[in-house]
């Protein structure tokens, strides 16, 4: 299956060409990926550099793959073409299985927050992780 940007003037929407072929395939019915290939660049030209899928596509992904063992191709060319798991470009990644585990199971350093009824302290706290010097802005 194939696969192409579909823009939009909202970014937000735009699909992106690894979740247009994936939701080909799974539209009629293909639901066992084994890998895909992922090459980008500028119309006309062979590719400079690797395409990585972005955030939302990986997380597709792992809807449909099994992390450890699902492949990604990046190519600059045919000759030029590196290898990654989806695991090696989305670790620790949340998929379907995880909605029915126990979280703390997969990495014993994950342990149960209590209560989500953070207070000021706990903002500042959060802020100061995010970078931004306990203000509420500036996130990297």
Do not use: H, W
């Not at 003037?9 to 072929?21: D, F, I, K, W």
């Not at 953070?118 to 931004?132: Q, R, V, Y």
Request: glycine share 12%; aromatic share 8%; hydrophobic share 35%.
């Amino acid at each position: 299956f194939t696969g192409c940007n579909i823009e939009n003037a909202a970014y937000s929407v735009t699909n992106c060409a690894e979740r247009t072929a994936f939701f080909k395939a799974v539209s009629e019915g293909v639901r066992d990926f084994r890998k895909i290939a992922i090459a980008g660049g500028a119309q006309g030209q062979e590719p400079s550099q690797i395409c990585p899928p972005c955030g939302v596509c990986r997380q597709v992904m792992m809807e449909f793959c099994i992390p450890d063992e699902f492949k990604i191709l990046l190519g600059r060319s045919e000759e030029d073409c590196q290898s990654f798991t989806l695991a090696q470009l989305l670790p620790l990644g949340f998929g379907p299985d995880d909605l029915s585990k126990d979280l703390s199971a997969r990495d014993p350093g994950l342990t149960d927050p209590g209560p989500m009824d953070a207070g000021p302290k706990d903002m500042c706290a959060m802020d100061a992780f995010l970078g931004s010097g306990g203000k509420g802005e500036g996130r990297r």
